[in-house]
């Protein structure tokens, strides 16, 4: 079992920035690999970024190329995300999930999720 801790999440204005965290507890195994995902009101949940502990590979929507970056405290088993030139189609709540086997931003490859931190981006 992992249990999965998201803070960071606000408002802010287009053009800033945010941090948010994903903090697991826990099997380790189960963290294999981790992930940000979205869902905006009235779409599907998709997926921002993922980041392999075993390779260190990170995987990234086309959407958020170049203004995201996710990273991972291994030793504090937690997954960030920083934010850059935030846009108001970035509005959404943010999910971290965590798999023990493949990854990927398909959300059919994650067991576990955490609750969600709302970002919010004003024009």
């Known amino acids: 079992q992992v249990q999965l801790a998201e803070s960071g999440g606000g408002s802010v204005q287009a053009g800033g920035s945010l941090r948010l965290s994903c903090a697991a507890s826990?099997?380790?195994?189960?963290?294999?690999?981790m992930a940000w995902f979205r869902q905006a009101p009235g779409k599907e949940r998709e997926g921002v970024a993922a980041h392999s502990a075993g390779t260190d590979k990170t995987y990234y929507a086309d959407s958020v190329k170049g203004r995201f970056t996710v990273s991972r405290d291994s030793a504090e088993n937690t997954l960030y995300l920083q934010m850059n030139s935030l846009k108001p189609d970035d509005t959404a709540m943010y999910y971290c999930?965590?798999?023990?086997?493949?990854?990927?931003?398909?959300?059919?490859?994650?067991?576990?999720w955490g609750q969600g931190t709302q970002v919010t981006v004003s024009s």
């Open positions: 999930a965590t798999t023990r086997v493949f990854c990927g931003l398909s959300s059919r490859l994650y067991n576990y």
């Open positions: 826990g099997s380790s195994g189960d963290t294999y690999c």
